[in-house]
């Protein structure tokens, strides 16, 4: 990081220096995320460049790219853009691993030469499997060595992008990733997601936005000294200042022009002509103009010609257009190259050529007379449809622009194949503009014929864009055009996609008018797939509402269809709903039958989607019978099926399962892994439906943990995230929410809660035990009595979990009527129970319950239970339960064994912290230190300040001796 501060970073010490320290903690293996914000010139890219360099020093990988204003259209271009490099460096063995692993890859890169990936059927889900793919390949780097990836201009940024950026923003805090993201804050609404991509990776809490301000006058004269390589004259300084305003590009394009101009001479000093202040033009868009203006005529028209076609000129093209001879051409790129107006690249075999400076580029392109754009435009389409006629996504640019000027017919083919290139991607973004393009070219040559089918693809790429509003406006009017045609199976599917829309809009009743009218609609027809489609669709909608009746209905619609139509896949469907109704009537034996059908008629379709979430019912229905083990490995099939799928929403539900297992099973720390995995997965990826599920499991872990603050919020922002009718996202927040008031001792609001939640969650032996727990705390025994009578009836065998969980709510019931015998022997079998069955937190509170109950006539045995209660709990990590057995101990009147778990220095310290702490412990000083590990003084310190807060502990002398003993905290 040695040397000379480039010209531009004058004056941006403070900048430089927090820089440093973000570069020595991704080093560390902390992602950070840095936004350099500030207006057009300031210097956001050379500080950006410096930073590169200051991390190139330190061993990154550096990727690096820019958005063109003329590639906002243009899906994943900067993306494309910046990781193309890194894939050609990469040798064969790990390109066949990529190609292998990462088989989304090559929507993006053709160069990687796969097969297309196998479709789902659900754009949503394959978009995600296409930003999964990208940010297993970042990952994939960083493995290597840490990567520092710059992106130049994101306000000109496509939003595809955009997108996969924001995914991949918010997975990297704990990868060696530094993202530099360089925008001009008054045009952060040019693209589409910007602001909510700065926003999101803010509140992730790696991310930190450095703005950059102009430069003080001081820092001005510094400036103009650097650039001139002595001190500048004083009227020079009081007119770079009066002109710049402190902006240090205008400060470099003011210096460099009265140069040229020979306005500012060098002879044994510099002097400035009085004529300077006439000539000086103040803005860097006068700048650029009057260079611009200098410049020949041919030298012009390629400079123009270079700005419209982006980063695709290519010689053959430019020559092409231009008409003019190789000679010549060659000579005017050598005169453009030479002034530093454009570049030049070889890419793929084929020299391009670039502005330099996108302004010039920016500026070039809009002194052009509209129709003298427009005609470029169109000379540029038609030739691109000579030289790459299949490269619509570059073509759609150039008829947009050309407008009136280009051919409709061929416009129109353009911007639909454009538009489905761009859906195929997932750019939905894109895809609506060239929709939305197409759409105003057919009804200005009023083609009726086709414009269903585009209002159709323009109202999916509006919803997935989550903009419900929009895709409702296109589909009803698409859906008026079918019904006038008499079109009725077209209609239904429309009345299908309004049905789903419109519920997620909140409107219930719109939704299910949907459904039954398409049904109603089709009654005269011969049944086919978009009939079952709408029954499936009213299942989902009924299952949603808790209808069993209803739902039952629809899956015997389902059934009879999918025999009809004899399609496995309409009947997997049918099955899954059938199961759902008979598990909610309490017929187990029926619903496992029925989601085995299930599993076994999308294995037979082929539906890998629909055999995962087949596969997950199962694990409900296993869970149901009390096989909590068997419904741990159906959790874990289905989330293993989700990931080859590589679709990460698939995985909310397997998750959230397996952490309540985990939380159950006392494997505290895997469901503290899982359920932060979980819910920053949620997060990144959603839907936003998710999110309050893994809030709500997150709750559960921090309830049985203690820490209730932290549970009582993420509750608050599950209560005010996604709808409470989606029952089946609910009953999670709703039991989360019962936990914490039985913790709080509000008993009664617990028992509403947790008696609140659907039919089928009630059924479940881990939920139903914790209602007999708040009914019995509640005063309600008599309920509780009735919850351990139906927890063993619904027991699978002797020993199995709702047994055990009815023998504990069983003897809790029987002491809170005082009946301490009946208890005893009640809370004994339910420990034994527990402890065959390796649930140690169960059987934890099992033997604190057994404790209570032996205190008035058996305390010898309640003193033993308590003890033992109070070890499992410190060893558990479960401080308010250790509590209240500590208390129970010292009513009893014996002194509470202190039960302390220990921790070596390597699972409490790890990384830059185990270095940073061993070197303080050795005696060094913070900057022996700092000077040892390369790092800043302040850095040190702050990584001492967090160590010292943890251990508990103020000095190194302490710190020493953690190291020594390994122990958790020193006294």
Same mark, same amino acid.
């Given at each position: 990081?040695?040397?000379?501060?480039?010209?531009?970073?004058?004056?941006?010490?403070?900048?430089?220096?927090?820089?440093?320290?973000?570069?020595?903690?991704?080093?560390?293996?902390?992602?950070?995320?840095?936004?350099?914000?500030?207006?057009?010139?300031?210097?956001?890219?050379?500080?950006?460049?410096?930073?590169?360099?200051?991390?190139?020093?330190?061993?990154?990988?550096?990727?690096?790219?820019?958005?063109?204003?003329?590639?906002?259209?243009?899906?994943?271009?900067?993306?494309?853009?910046?990781?193309?490099?890194?894939?050609?460096?990469?040798?064969?063995?790990?390109?066949?691993?990529?190609?292998?692993?990462?088989?989304?890859?090559?929507?993006?890169?053709?160069?990687?030469?796969?097969?297309?990936?196998?479709?789902?059927?659900?754009?949503?889900? !394959?978009?995600?499997?296409?930003?999964?793919?990208?940010?297993?390949?970042?990952?994939?780097?960083?493995?290597?060595?840490?990567?520092?990836?710059?992106?130049?201009?994101?306000?000109?940024?496509?939003?595809?992008?955009?997108?996969?950026?924001?995914?991949?923003?918010?997975?990297?805090?704990?990868?060696? %990733?530094?993202?530099?993201?360089?925008? %001009?804050?008054?045009?952060?609404?040019?693209?589409?997601?910007?602001?909510?991509?700065?926003?999101? %990776?803010?509140?992730?809490?790696?991310?930190?936005?450095?703005?950059?301000?102009?430069?003080?006058?001081?820092?001005?004269?510094?400036?103009?000294?650097?650039?001139?390589?002595?001190?500048?004259?004083?009227?020079?300084?009081?007119?770079?200042?009066?002109?710049?305003?402190?902006?240090?590009?205008?400060?470099?394009?003011?210096?460099?022009?009265?140069?040229?101009?020979?306005?500012?001479?060098?002879?044994?000093?510099?002097?400035?002509?009085?004529?300077?202040?006439?000539?000086?033009?103040?803005?860097?868009?006068?700048?650029?103009?009057?260079?611009?203006?200098?410049?020949?005529?041919?030298?012009?028209?390629?400079?123009?010609?270079?700005?419209?076609?982006?980063?695709?000129?290519?010689?053959?093209?430019?020559?092409?257009?231009?008409?003019?001879?190789?000679?010549?051409?060659?000579?005017?790129?050598?005169?453009?190259?030479?002034?530093?107006?454009?570049?030049?690249?070889?890419?793929?075999?084929?020299?391009?050529?670039?502005?330099?400076?996108?302004?010039?580029?920016?500026?070039?392109?809009?002194?052009?007379?509209?129709?003298?754009?427009?005609?470029?435009?169109?000379?540029?389409?038609?030739?691109? !449809?000579?030289?790459?006629?299949?490269?619509?996504?570059?073509?759609?640019?150039?008829?947009?622009?050309?407008?009136?000027?280009?051919?409709?017919?061929?416009?129109?083919?353009?911007?639909?194949?454009?538009?489905?290139?761009?859906?195929?991607?997932?750019?939905?973004?894109?895809?609506?503009?060239?929709?939305?393009?197409?759409?105003?070219?057919?009804?200005?040559?009023?083609?009726?014929?086709?414009?269903?089918?585009?209002?159709?693809?323009?109202?999916?790429?509006? !919803?997935?864009?989550?903009?419900?509003?929009?895709?409702?406006?296109?589909?009803?009017?698409?859906?008026?055009?079918?019904?006038?045609?008499?079109?009725?199976?077209?209609?239904?599917?429309?009345?299908?996609?309004?049905?789903? %829309?419109?519920?997620?809009?909140?409107?219930?009743?719109?939704?299910?008018?949907?459904?039954?009218?398409?049904?109603?609609?089709?009654?005269?027809?011969?049944?086919?797939?978009?009939?079952?489609?709408?029954?499936?669709?009213?299942?989902?909608?009924?299952?949603?509402?808790?209808?069993?009746?209803?739902?039952?209905?629809?899956?015997?619609?389902?059934?009879?269809?999918?025999?009809?139509?004899?399609?496995?896949?309409?009947?997997?469907?049918?099955?899954?709903?059938?199961?759902?109704?008979?598990?909610?009537?309490?017929?187990?034996?029926?619903?496992?039958?029925?989601?085995?059908?299930?599993?076994?008629?999308?294995?037979?379709?082929?539906?890998?989607?629909?055999?995962?979430?087949?596969?997950?019912?199962?694990?409900?229905?296993?869970?149901?019978?009390?096989?909590?083990?068997?419904?741990?490995?159906?959790?874990?099939?289905?989330?293993?099926?989700?990931?080859?799928?590589?679709?990460?929403?698939?995985?909310?539900?397997?998750?959230?399962?397996?952490?309540?297992?985990?939380?159950?099973?006392?494997?505290?720390?895997?469901?503290?892994?899982?359920?932060?995995?979980?819910?920053?997965?949620?997060?990144?990826?959603?839907?936003?439906?998710?999110?309050?599920?893994?809030?709500?499991?997150?709750?559960?872990?921090?309830?049985?943990?203690?820490?209730?603050?932290?549970?009582?919020?993420?509750?608050?922002?599950?209560?005010?995230?996604?709808?409470?009718?989606?029952?089946?996202?609910?009953?999670?927040?709703?039991?989360?929410?019962?936990?914490?008031?039985?913790?709080?001792?509000?008993?009664?609001?617990?028992?509403?809660?947790?008696?609140?939640?659907?039919?089928?969650?009630?059924?479940?032996?881990?939920?139903?035990?914790?209602?007999?727990?708040?009914?019995?705390?509640?005063?309600?025994?008599?309920?509780?009595?009735?919850?351990?009578?139906?927890?063993?009836?619904?027991?699978?065998?002797?020993?199995?979990?709702?047994?055990?969980?009815?023998?504990?709510?069983?003897?809790?019931?029987?002491?809170?009527?005082?009946?301490?015998?009946?208890?005893?022997?009640?809370?004994?079998?339910?420990?034994?129970?527990?402890?065959?069955?390796?649930?140690?937190?169960?059987?934890?509170?099992?033997?604190?319950?057994?404790?209570?109950?032996?205190?008035?006539?058996?305390?010898?045995?309640?003193?033993?239970?308590?003890? !033992?209660?109070?070890?499992?709990?410190?060893?558990?990590?479960?401080?308010?339960?250790?509590?209240?057995?500590?208390?129970?101990?010292?009513?009893?009147?014996?002194?509470?064994?202190?039960?302390?778990?220990?921790?070596?220095?390597?699972?409490?310290?790890?990384?830059?912290?185990?270095?940073?702490?061993?070197?303080?412990?050795?005696?060094?000083?913070?900057?022996?230190?700092?000077?040892?590990?390369?790092?800043?003084?302040?850095?040190?310190?702050?990584?001492?300040?967090?160590?010292?807060?943890?251990?508990?502990?103020?000095?190194?002398?302490?710190?020493?001796?953690?190291?020594?003993?390994?122990?958790?905290?020193?006294?």
């Amino acid at each position: 990081m040695a040397g000379r501060v480039s010209t531009l970073l004058v004056g941006r010490e403070d900048e430089i220096g927090r820089l440093t320290e973000t570069v020595e903690r991704v080093a560390g293996g902390q992602g950070a995320v840095v936004f350099l914000t500030g207006e057009l010139g300031i210097g956001k890219t050379r500080l950006a460049q410096w930073t590169l360099e200051a991390a190139r020093a330190r061993g990154f990988q550096i990727l690096q790219a820019g958005a063109f204003p003329l590639e906002r259209d243009l899906p994943y271009a900067l993306l494309i853009a910046v990781f193309k490099p890194a894939l050609r460096r990469l040798n064969l063995g790990q390109r066949s691993v990529l190609t292998r692993d990462l088989g989304h890859l090559g929507l993006l890169f053709a160069d990687l030469n796969q097969a297309p990936p196998q479709v789902l059927g659900d754009p949503a889900l !394959e978009k995600t499997r296409l930003f999964e793919d990208v940010s297993r390949l970042l990952e994939f780097l960083a493995a290597q060595s840490p990567v520092a990836l710059f992106l130049d201009d994101m306000h000109w940024a496509d939003n595809a992008t955009i997108e996969v950026l924001h995914y991949l923003a918010r997975g990297i805090a704990n990868q060696p %990733v530094l993202m530099v993201a360089a925008y %001009v804050p008054q045009e952060v609404d040019s693209a589409r997601g910007l602001r909510a991509l700065v926003r999101g %990776v803010e509140r992730s809490g790696i991310s930190e936005e450095i703005q950059l301000r102009k430069l003080a006058p001081r820092a001005v004269a510094d400036m103009a000294a650097e650039l001139l390589q002595s001190a500048g004259p004083p009227e020079l300084i009081k007119l770079l200042n009066a002109r710049s305003g402190g902006t240090p590009l205008f400060i470099e394009a003011l210096i460099n022009d009265l140069i040229q101009k020979e306005l500012l001479v060098h002879e044994q000093e510099w002097t400035l002509s009085p004529d300077a202040s006439t000539v000086v033009p103040r803005s860097v868009y006068e700048l650029i103009g009057e260079r611009l203006d200098r410049i020949g005529q041919l030298d012009r028209r390629l400079l123009e010609l270079v700005a419209v076609a982006g980063d695709a000129a290519s010689h053959a093209l430019l020559k092409a257009v231009l008409e003019v001879d190789d000679e010549s051409l060659i000579a005017a790129i050598g005169r453009l190259e030479s002034a530093g107006l454009i570049s030049e690249q070889v890419v793929e075999g084929e020299v391009v050529y670039g502005v330099a400076d996108r302004m010039v580029g920016e500026v070039a392109y809009a002194r052009l007379p509209e129709m003298t754009r427009r005609r470029l435009h169109s000379r540029m389409a038609a030739e691109l !449809e000579q030289l790459r006629p299949d490269d619509v996504e570059r073509l759609v640019i150039h008829y947009r622009g050309a407008g009136t000027e280009a051919r409709r017919d061929r416009a129109l083919a353009v911007t639909l194949a454009a538009a489905e290139r761009a859906r195929e991607r997932y750019a939905h973004e894109e895809a609506a503009r060239n929709y939305l393009s197409a759409l105003a070219l057919l009804r200005e040559e009023r083609t009726v014929e086709r414009m269903p089918a585009v209002l159709e693809r323009l109202g999916e790429a509006w !919803e997935r864009l989550g903009e419900r509003d929009a895709s409702v406006s296109v589909w009803s009017e698409a859906l008026q055009q079918h019904l006038q045609r008499g079109d009725l199976r077209s209609a239904a599917r429309i009345r299908r996609r309004l049905a789903m %829309v419109e519920w997620d809009r909140g409107r219930r009743d719109a939704a299910q008018e949907h459904v039954s009218a398409g049904i109603a609609a089709l009654g005269g027809s011969e049944p086919g797939e978009e009939l079952a489609d709408l029954y499936h669709a009213r299942s989902v909608l009924l299952a949603r509402l808790n209808d069993v009746e209803g739902l039952e209905e629809a899956a015997r619609r389902l059934l009879e269809l999918g025999d009809l139509l004899h399609s496995p896949r309409v009947l997997a469907e049918a099955h899954l709903a059938t199961s759902n109704v008979e598990a909610a009537r309490g017929q187990l034996d029926s619903a496992r039958s029925h989601v085995e059908a299930a599993v076994e008629a999308a294995h037979s379709a082929g539906d890998p989607l629909l055999e995962q979430r087949a596969v997950d019912f199962r694990g409900v229905m296993t869970i149901l019978g009390g096989d909590l083990e068997g419904g741990r490995l159906d959790a874990e099939e289905s989330l293993t099926l989700a990931r080859r799928l590589g679709a990460p929403p698939l995985e909310m539900l397997p998750r959230c399962r397996l952490v309540m297992l985990h939380v159950l099973t006392a494997r505290l720390d895997d469901a503290d892994r899982l359920s932060a995995e979980t819910l920053a997965l949620a997060r990144r990826v959603g839907p936003p439906r998710f999110v309050p599920a893994a809030l709500a499991v997150r709750s559960v872990l921090l309830t049985v943990r203690g820490e209730l603050e932290v549970a009582t919020a993420l509750v608050a922002e599950a209560r005010t995230t996604g709808s409470p009718a989606d029952s089946t996202i609910f009953d999670f927040v709703d039991f989360a929410d019962g936990l914490l008031a039985l913790e709080r001792g509000d008993a009664v609001r617990a028992a509403h809660l947790l008696g609140g939640m659907s039919a089928l969650v009630r059924m479940q032996p881990m939920f139903r035990a914790r209602l007999g727990e708040a009914q019995v705390a509640a005063g309600q025994v008599d309920a509780a009595l009735e919850t351990a009578r139906w927890l063993a009836t619904h027991a699978s065998g002797a020993g199995s979990y709702p047994e055990a969980a009815g023998n504990r709510v069983e003897g809790l019931a029987y002491l809170e009527r005082r009946e301490f015998d009946r208890a005893i022997n009640s809370l004994t079998e339910a420990a034994v129970k527990f402890a065959a069955l390796n649930s140690p937190l169960e059987l934890a509170d099992t033997r604190l319950d057994l404790a209570r109950a032996a205190a008035v006539i058996r305390p010898a045995e309640a003193t033993r239970a308590a003890q !033992e209660s109070l070890d499992a709990f410190v060893r558990l990590g479960a401080p308010r339960r250790a509590d209240r057995a500590r208390a129970l101990l010292r009513q009893l009147g014996v002194r509470p064994v202190r039960s302390r778990p220990r921790r070596t220095p390597d699972e409490t310290l790890r990384g830059r912290e185990r270095d940073v702490a061993s070197l303080a412990a050795a005696g060094m000083t913070n900057q022996e230190i700092a000077e040892r590990l390369v790092i800043s003084v302040r850095t040190v310190t702050s990584h001492l300040d967090h160590i010292y807060s943890r251990l508990g502990i103020g000095s190194r002398a302490q710190l020493a001796k953690f190291l020594q003993l390994g122990a958790r905290k020193v006294p």
